[in-house]
């Protein structure tokens, strides 16, 4: 059976005339229905830089900060000795140097160390310490079964109590650290915009400037980038012409060091893998750190514990939505999800450690250029770099292999 009222054509087999359609108008001579709003997606969203704020400008080649650690109160046994035995080594500790993790030691320090293998308490006094991280111990006599030789195998670990002196003691020399420079470079970010006269004279639906909106979307774009820098940017040293200086990102500056903090194996997260690098965090006097990562990892606080989630900061209540987690250290981190970001990285940052810093007059600055021909031409530049204290000393955390 014929469709009449399907196919144009059946009007003609009918009798009729057949009538104009659409597709009988000549391109471009119809009035176009174009909306004034321009659909834009530019993700100019910066949550990371938001949070830890900007510092001083600075005006020289690259930005230094001085780091001192005392270290983590605790010796690392490296050598294996018996519950006879009064000498033993140390090993390094902390992404510490073995002679910075012996100067928690002196003559006259009191050691606790316990042997899980024969379950043995002992207090140990440090008699001598060497250049090389052997010491001469000897038991302290407590009249107690802490009064015992211990005996240890590698990575057991000893923990300072303290330098004890007796009545009327000789001064002894001071045990002060070495301070480190720590140092971050530039980088400097580039945007170029260049408009015709031609174009700049021409309207368009949705875009009451072309120029305008060029410049507003190279800066959106830069500032997008910046924030990328600030996270992911790993150091590379200038090749002159070859390849533009890069600071150190939170990335750069974390994937250096070793520690439970820093976790390189978990794929799949969990609850548990995320509360052993808050508790490393805690353990080095973090206390105030914020969880930056994709949002299919944000996500997953979801599926935990309803009672640690929180909703805002002083809601007791349990929720789906994960603004906050109160971690089993006691730590409640604030969960930051962030758009089109890698997946496997996690951050576990103390944002008040870390603070961006702009070369003096070269935050965000934007330049027309001299004219060369029949168009006008802008640069928009940001130079800039961050300071990220306690990187080396355990306080901030890292996943980098989630899946």
Not at 33 to 43: A, I, R
Not at 175 to 184: E, F, G, K, V
């Amino acid at each position: 059976m014929a469709l009449d009222y399907h196919a144009l054509t059946e009007v003609s087999s009918a009798g009729y005339g057949l009538p104009q359609a659409t597709t009988d108008i000549v391109s471009n001579t119809d009035r176009r229905d174009v909306s004034e709003m321009l659909d834009l997606l530019s993700y100019a969203d910066t949550p990371f830089i938001s949070r830890i704020g900007w510092g001083a400008e600075s005006a020289a080649t690259k930005i230094e900060w001085l780091t001192e650690n005392l270290g983590p109160g605790y010796v690392a046994v490296s050598s294996v000795m018996g519950s006879a035995g009064t000498c033993l080594l140390i090993t390094t500790v902390d992404n510490m140097s073995l002679s910075q993790t012996a100067l928690q030691l002196q003559t006259g320090t009191v050691l606790y160390g316990y042997s899980s293998t024969d379950g043995e308490h002992s207090l140990l006094l440090v008699v001598s310490t060497g250049v090389t991280g052997e010491l001469t111990i000897e038991v302290l006599s407590t009249a107690t079964a802490f009064s015992v030789g211990l005996s240890t195998t590698a990575a057991d670990k000893l923990y300072v109590l303290g330098a004890v002196a007796n009545e009327g003691s000789l001064p002894r020399t001071g045990n002060w650290r070495s301070r480190a420079l720590a140092s971050n470079g530039f980088t400097i970010l580039r945007q170029d915009v260049q408009i015709t006269g031609s174009q700049a004279a021409t309207d368009f639906y949705a875009i009451n400037s072309e120029e305008q909106h060029q410049i507003r979307m190279r800066m959106l774009e830069l500032t997008r980038e910046r924030e990328r820098q600030a996270l992911y940017s790993v150091h590379v040293t200038p090749r002159s012409t070859t390849e533009a200086s890069l600071m150190n990102g939170a990335l750069g500056f974390l994937v250096s060091q070793s520690g439970s903090h820093i976790d390189t194996s978990t794929t799949t997260l969990t609850e548990n893998a995320v509360n052993n690098v808050i508790a490393e965090c805690w353990e080095h006097g973090s206390k105030n750190l914020t969880w930056f990562s994709a949002l299919s990892q944000a996500r997953k606080f979801t599926q935990w514990d309803v009672n640690r989630i929180r909703m805002a900061p002083r809601d007791q209540r349990g929720g789906g939505h994960v603004a906050y987690y109160m971690s089993e250290a006691g730590v409640e981190i604030e969960i930051v999800a962030m758009p089109q970001v890698p997946v496997n990285f996690a951050f576990l940052i103390d944002t008040t450690k870390v603070r961006m810093r702009a070369k003096k007059g070269r935050k965000g600055i934007m330049e027309k250029l001299g004219k060369m021909g029949d168009f006008e031409r802008y640069q928009i530049v940001s130079e800039f770099t961050m300071e990220m204290r306690g990187y080396n000393q355990g306080q901030h955390g890292l996943f980098t292999r989630l899946a």
